[in-house]
């Protein structure tokens, strides 16, 4: 499902957000430090504003959700994994969001059908296109936690 070239996409993806993200800090700073030596104070404080504004817009934006993402890779990739065999129930339509990226729940029964304490509730990437399960399905599920990192059909 994912494989090294995913996650050394978005290493390169968070660079170039970074990179372009600390470029007009990187100016307003200049300029914060010659008003500050110029003793302009009004322009001391439009750019120190401005700059922290510019960082904490674009890191919200640009680079916290890439972050979150790397993240999800790298246990997905590398974490303790388990796998869990059962019958596939449903899919929800919606996707939810779980630690910063947005994911598909859904569950599958891993004993008698009618018991509700056999379902297990599982995550699937909503970044990923969504598989054609259908209910009855068996399926062999690798996770990490309880977001998936790989699937088969058992």
């Known amino acids: 499902m994912y494989t090294l070239r995913d996650y050394e996409d978005i290493n390169r993806q968070l660079r170039k957000n970074w990179l372009c993200s600390l470029l007009p800090f990187i100016v307003l700073l200049g300029v914060v430090v010659w008003s500050f030596i110029v003793r302009i104070r009004w322009l001391t404080m439009a750019a120190t504003i401005l700059a922290g504004a510019i960082l904490i817009f674009t890191y919200g934006i640009y680079i916290a959700p890439l972050s979150r993402y790397r993240r999800h890779l790298e246990l997905a990739l590398s974490g303790t994994q388990k796998v869990t065999e059962g019958i596939f129930k449903f899919m ?38 969504r598989p054609a399960w259908q209910a009855g399905q068996v399926l062999r599920i690798q996770s990490y936690e309880k977001f998936v990192s790989g699937w088969e059909a058992a």
């Open 92 to 129: 929800e339509e919606k996707p939810v969001e779980r630690e910063g990226v947005m994911y598909f729940p859904f569950f599958i029964n891993v004993g008698d059908q009618d018991e509700e304490d056999d379902d297990r509730l599982f995550y699937y990437d909503a970044n990923l296109m």
